[in-house]
T-cell receptor, first 115, second 116 residues
Framework: DTGVSQDPRHKITKRGQNVTFRCDPI?????LYWYRQTLGQGPEFLTY????????KSRLLSDRFSAERPKGSFSTLEIQRTEQGDSAMYLC?????????????FGEGSRLTVL | AQSVTQLGSHVSVSEGALVLLRCNYSSSVPPYLFWYVQYPNQGLQLLLKYTSAATLVKGINGFEAEFKKSETSFHLTKPSAHMSDAAEYFCAVSDRSGGSNYKLTFGKGTLLTVNP
């Protein structure tokens, strides 16, 4: 079990550029979540997938954000036309549908800095 | 909607002293509650969870938490702090009201520093 992995760990970009983050969940986990964490705050929910279906999106997820999980395995989070306010840590988590406790397993995050 | 309030954004203790990190929740249904720890530039690691079994929950690294329904609290404690406990701690509540979403809502976190 290799845990949840995220790539890249760090990304520095200029305002207006597009960025994409990848998340590989724990292999048998069918739920995948994206959270955003800004400095001094707790993680905030962005969206989640059950297998390949995106079942919920937060109002934080503006039109510039898009997430996919095409084959129900890895997921990508793309931010178009980045803004300085997008600077944050983007956390991916996964879980098993069959567990009844809601425990999430987190990756180490992808830190985005928009200049 | 569920929410979590962590009292105290920063707690400082001496090595060997009691650690107490406070968490109060609001939930329309019996909650599942969690404490996660985050070390610098890392993701979140589960410390312990309450899932409606025993109200006193023991976790990793000597931490424990007690669910008190009457106080809507789930405070985290450790009898004796160690330097390696320095980190940020997050309390979270699981959204069970929608059936099976199990989306976690986090508090703002408490930064624990341990002084030698």
């Amino acid at each position: 079990d290799t845990g949840v992995s995220q790539d890249p760990r760090h990304k520095i970009t200029k305002r207006g550029q597009n960025v994409t983050f990848r998340c590989d969940p724990i292999s048998e986990h069918n739920r995948l979540y994206w959270y955003r964490q800004t400095l001094g705050q707790g993680p905030e929910f962005l969206t989640y997938f059950q297998n390949e279906a995106q079942l919920e999106k937060s109002r934080l997820l503006s039109d510039r954000f898009s997430a996919e999980r095409p084959k129900g395995s890895f997921s990508t989070l793309e931010i178009q036309r980045t803004e300085q306010g997008d600077s944050a840590m983007y956390l991916c988590a996964s879980s098993l549908l069959d567990t009844n406790t809601g425990e999430l397993f987190f990756g180490e995050g992808s830190r985005l800095t928009v200049l | 909607a569920q929410s979590v309030t962590q009292l105290g954004s920063h707690v400082s203790v001496s090595e060997g002293a009691l650690v107490l990190l406070r968490c109060n929740y609001s939930s329309s249904v019996p909650p599942y509650l969690f404490w996660y720890v985050q070390y610098p530039n890392q993701g979140l690691q589960l410390l312990l969870k309450y899932t409606s079994a025993a109200t006193l929950v023991k976790g990793i690294n000597g931490f424990e938490a007690e669910f008190k329904k009457s106080e809507t609290s789930f405070h985290l404690t450790k009898p004796s702090a160690h330097m390696s406990d320095a980190a940020e701690y997050f309390c979270a509540v699981s959204d069970r009201s929608g059936g099976s979403n199990y989306k976690l809502t986090f508090g703002k976190g408490t930064l624990l520093t341990v002084n030698p």
